[in-house]
Every structure is written in structure tokens, then in C-alpha cells.
């Protein structure tokens, strides 16, 4: 083999154990800062890799994405007297390219998830993209609110437009509007507020935030109604 073809071969080497060392330190990294969040609050926390979240969590859809799907760093804790759960969440997904050949892509994105011992309907929430604009066009609308300004920004879908009103009311529109970017589901007893990217520690916050303000923004009379 000619020598350059070994300087090349060894150099692509070098270039992979650099990837995955790095890899492996920032892995580390994001274990220690989730848990230390985690102890700062009290909380329990957990590296592993945990299969069994997809089950208990399968009528919440970002959780039911491709295959090859677990959560890990997984905080355990409650607030309000209510449980709850932050973690990062692995799924798989594949495409093939020009030749034929399949390709792998993993996807990594973080999550809160509030059970809140209500009993509630279907409704999801997340930022209106131009795809949504789009199927706007063709009929394929979302829920609409008297803030043109939320309207504008946020795609709210629901089985049920009452529940929708009751949950975001001009309060909790104010709230969401002022608040940093989540995507929401509230479904059974339990809200998730989600990104498609990791959060950093001070997110996982922000969205326990917004979702503990949404639930209390929701009136008094209704919640009680939820937990009978």
C-alpha cells in the first residue's frame, strides 16, 4: 500500500477516536449538569437508558416518534403535589440516499412531563411553522382565538373547542406569548412540554414554568371539576 494511502488511512482514524472521545466527554458533561438540576431540587436522577418511558408515555406523541426509542437522564421529582419527570429522549429514524443505501438518524430532544391528577381532553400546542400556513390554505386549519396575535403564532389543534377556550384563556394567552417557545400536549391526566432539541438545565425550568402557570391559569372551577 503506497504510503500516502496509510498517512490518509491513519489520519481518518485519528480524526474518529478525536469524534468519539469528544462524544463520550460531553455525554459526561450533560450527565453531571442534569444531575446536578436534579439534586439542586431534591430530585432523583438517573443516566440510564430506560425503554419501558415510550409504554408508560405512548398517548403522548413526541414520545411515540421512529423506533429505537428511550429516555435517559431521567429526573424523578414532584412540585405542586404533583409528579413529575424531565429527561433527554432518543428515537431513530431512516432515509436512503441516491444509491440505495439506508441510512441511520438518530434524534435527540428533551422533555417535561407533569401528571397532574386531573382528567383531561386532548389538546396540543406548539409555534406555527410555514408548513402550517400551508395546509391553512388547503383547509386544514387550526383553532383560532380572539388574539390575532397568538392566532398568528401558535397552532392549537383540540377534539373539543370548549376544552381549548377553558385552557387558553386571554390569561394563559398572555402567559404563553411572554414565555419561551415550548410545544404542549395535554392528554389524560398529563401535560408534556417539549422541544426538538435538548434543553439546558435553566429550560428544564422554563418549562416546568409555563406548564405549572398554564394548569394554574386554567379556572379554579374546571380543575376541580378535572379531579373528581
Known amino acids: 500500500m503506497p504510503a500516502g494511502a496509510i498517512v490518509f488511512i491513519a489520519a481518518i482514524f485519528v480524526v474518529v477516536i478525536i469524534g468519539i472521545v469528544a462524544s463520550f466527554k460531553a455525554a459526561k458533561k450533560r450527565r453531571l449538569a442534569m444531575e446536578t438540576w436534579a439534586n439542586g431540587h431534591g430530585w432523583h436522577f438517573t443516566p440510564d437508558n430506560v425503554s419501558s418511558f415510550e409504554k408508560r408515555f405512548a398517548h403522548l406523541g413526541c414520545f411515540t416518534q421512529g423506533d429505537t426509542r428511550y429516555g435517559y437522564n431521567i429526573v424523578r421529582g414532584e412540585r405542586n403535589e404533583c409528579d413529575l419527570w424531565a429527561l433527554d429522549y432518543h428515537y431513530q429514524t431512516y432515509s436512503t440516499d441516491s444509491k440505495g443505501n439506508r441510512q441511520t438518524h438518530h434524534h435527540h430532544f428533551s422533555a417535561v412531563v407533569i401528571d397532574t391528577g386531573m382528567v383531561m381532553k386532548s389538546l396540543s400546542l406548539r409555534k406555527e411553522g ?32 370548549r376544552w381549548a377556550y377553558d385552557v387558553i384563556n386571554q390569561r394563559n394567552m398572555e402567559l404563553l406569548l411572554k414565555s419561551p417557545r415550548f410545544s404542549l400536549q395535554f392528554e389524560g391526566s398529563h401535560v408534556v412540554a417539549w422541544r426538538s432539541t435538548r434543553f439546558k438545565p435553566p429550560e428544564f425550568d422554563q418549562a416546568l414554568k409555563l406548564v405549572f402557570g398554564v394548569l394554574e391559569g386554567i379556572p379554579k372551577d374546571i380543575r376541580q371539576r378535572l379531579s373528581t
Not at 383560532?144 to 389543534?157: G, M, R
Open 130 to 161: 410555514i408548513f402550517d400556513k400551508m395546509k391553512s390554505a388547503f383547509g386544514f386549519d387550526d383553532i383560532d382565538f380572539e388574539s390575532a396575535e397568538f392566532s398568528k403564532k401558535f397552532w392549537v389543534t383540540a377534539k373539543e373547542k
